[in-house]
């Protein structure tokens, strides 16, 4: 069965390991304040310090008047074997203070240090261990003292500062409560019970301790607050008398201030049959006890909380990537390793895994057939343009069948328009791929860290596409000009081509051709290039595909993988130069988890049997 001193020592070493990483609550769920705790709570002039004094047996904290506590003290008693006292800070842990006086000193220095020397308050905690054989193994922490007014020097909100403080802690169900109350003040009026009532109505973690009992009005007590009948708690009120000022400037030490407390509850008519459960030792042997008791319950939990958290903080750091190895060949390893990720992804757009490939369809199905239909054909092959290219085109001695020339320059001249729509094709699903590259690389997880990676990646990608582009270019134009170089004559020889009855010019004066004539060619020529159109709308995508699409599915990155692998080791290590912030990340993160492992090895070092 593990002992209450391994168990409250386990707490202490977890609770110190957090406050060296960073983690004193606060701020969500924390292994700090998955740890029980004792939190001592009271108004200025409770007789707070009094009390934690007392259970310590030292004077060590520091006095004055106004707020002295501005930073939670955690307080980690030891009890050790032979005679020897000292203390330790954890901002200090090459240091052991064997007098007092400098332990306050060191207090009050290094509350100026977070704070200034204002009167300003802050929730990092202090880390204090008190290594004695007058004390019982224990571990507290000493809270700024409750107010109602700001005094001088003091920023207005300090009232609700420390009050928002203090609730952090108490709030939490692993926080053991120890309500500090005056007995010469109405206990209706308790800062520390007023509190401990709204953050725990039930009572069950509040210990309540009443403090200068020996200072009330003669013909006065506090039997009704003590034996519960005024406000009752599940544990047992406890009576504390604290030392007088006159005691304190006479440096009276802790010792003669105990057997005092001692004699005055032993030999009081009102206290003396609760004297065996008053006083501060047997507050700290009841603090530890409880404690203890806390500790051993909560622990299955602690482990399922260490456990889960661990797991997580594995698979975050799996996300955004561990630590590059500093040689050539890990480095090529992991650029590598970016590249094959980042060309899963944008094959993902392309396939349709991932929105994006779709846009490219709609060039085809949407935009190219669009821009095909506002081409100016109507102003092309109109009337009066069909009879001066044919008038042109016979030149001094007119046709004597069938126009051909003329027919050929409108329809070179029809097929030439198809370019712009041809090449608007190639640069859409150019900008398309480009945007894609930019997803795609956005949403690989493991580039993230890498900036200059993510820009060398986005380079190549682009400069590829741009020859890809290039090539594509002049495959779509060539499959225009190809449809001017050969004419499908079996189109041709399917019309009726022989001149109309009553056309013939019958004077000098007369026009060449007769309307009906050049209308005839006019429509012969515009359903020879509407079957160019289909046969263009089908073979263009085909192009733009081969050309674009499959060579960015298939070798985007190759030209990069030639490239990066004649570079050095110092090249390839600037391409891995991380975001700083990211970098700042993984190390939160690595601590966090070194802090959780040390916690597990810590548990697993007691014996539980």
């Known amino acids: 069965m593990a002992t209450m001193e391994s168990l409250i020592g386990l707490v202490n070493r977890i609770q110190r390991a957090c406050t060296v990483l960073g983690d004193h609550g606060g701020e969500g769920m924390s292994l700090w304040e998955a740890l029980p705790s004792v939190a001592v709570v009271g108004g200025q002039s409770s007789g707070k310090s009094s009390v934690l004094e007392s259970v310590v047996g030292r004077d060590f904290l520091p006095r004055g008047s106004g707020i002295v506590t501005r930073r939670p003290l955690v307080l980690q008693l030891h009890k050790t074997e032979g005679q020897t006292e000292y203390a330790e800070f ?76 203090v609730r952090s802690y108490v709030e939490k169900p692993n926080c ?11 206990i209706a009026t308790s800062d520390a019970i007023k509190l401990a009532r709204e953050v725990d109505p039930s009572g069950e973690r509040t210990f309540g301790v009443l403090t200068k009992l020996d200072l009330m009005d003669k013909g006065t007590n506090a039997l009704d607050v003590i034996e519960g009948r005024a406000y009752k708690l599940m544990h047992p009120w406890v009576g504390i008398v604290n030392r007088s000022q006159a005691d304190i400037n006479k440096n009276v030490n802790m010792v003669s201030a105990r ?8 030999s009081s008519p009102e206290y003396g049959h609760l004297a065996h459960r008053m006083g501060s030792e047997y507050l700290a042997k009841l603090l530890s006890q409880h404690l203890e008791k806390v500790i051993r319950q909560r622990i299955p939990s602690i482990i ?11 698979a975050e750091l799996d996300r955004i990537g561990r630590p590059v190895g500093v040689d050539g060949g890990a480095q090529l390893y992991t650029i590598l390793e970016m590249c094959r990720a980042f060309d899963r992804i944008f094959k993902e757009h392309l396939d349709g895994g991932r929105p994006g490939g ?7 199905d949407h935009q190219l057939p669009a821009a095909l239909k506002k081409l100016p054909f109507d102003r092309h092959l109109s009337q009066s343009n069909v009879k001066k290219v044919i008038s042109e085109a016979d030149g001094y001695q007119p046709h004597l069948i069938a126009p051909e020339q003329g027919y050929r320059r409108l ?34 997880e493991e580039l993230k860290r890498f900036p200059t990676l993510q820009s060398d990646i986005a380079a190549a990608s682009n400069e590829a596409l741009e020859k890809f582009r290039d090539e594509s270019r002049r495959t779509v134009l060539r499959l225009v000009e190809m449809e001017s170089s050969y004419l499908t004559v079996e189109f041709f020889r399917k019309l009726n081509m022989e001149p109309e009855k009553n056309n013939t010019p019958t004077g000098p004066n007369a026009d060449r051709y007769t309307d009906n004539h050049l209308r005839r060619i006019g429509t012969n020529v515009s359903a020879y290039v509407g079957m160019v159109c289909d046969s263009l709308k089908n073979s263009l995508p085909k192009a733009v595909v081969h050309c674009q ?61």
């Open 90 to 165: 954890l901002h200090a842990p090459k240091k052991k203070y064997s007098d007092f006086a400098a332990v306050r000193q060191e207090i009050a220095d290094e509350t100026d240090r977070i704070t200034g020397k204002s009167k300003q308050i802050s929730n990092v905690p202090i880390q204090l261990s008190i290594y004695s054989p007058n004390v019982v193994n224990l571990t507290v922490i000493d809270l700024p003292g409750l107010t109602k007014v700001a005094v001088e020097g003091q920023p207005e909100s300090i009232v609700e500062d420390i009050e928002n403080m």
């Open 176 to 186: 053991i409560i120890l309500a500090i109350s005056p007995a010469n003040q109405d």
């Open 259 to 266: 057997q005092k407390e001692i004699e005055y509850f032993e």
């Open 304 to 314: 399922a909380l260490i456990n889960r958290t661990i797991d997580e903080l594995n």
């Open 358 to 364: 779709d846009r490219i369809y709609g060039v085809f």
């Open 411 to 444: 329809i070179d001249g029809s097929l030439g328009y198809f370019k712009g729509p041809a090449e608007a094709s190639v640069d859409a699903v150019h900008f398309i791929l480009k945007e894609l590259v930019r997803k795609s690389i956005a949403e690989t």
């Open 549 to 609: 699409v499959r060579e960015a599915k298939r070798s985007l990155l190759n030209l990069f993988y030639a490239q990066i692998g004649r570079k050095e080791k110092e090249q390839l290590g600037k391409m891995l130069d991380e975001d700083p912030s990211l970098m700042a990340k993984r190390e939160s993160i690595a601590k966090r988890l070194e802090l959780y492992k040390s916690a597990r090895d810590e548990i697993d070092s007691v014996a539980w049997k």
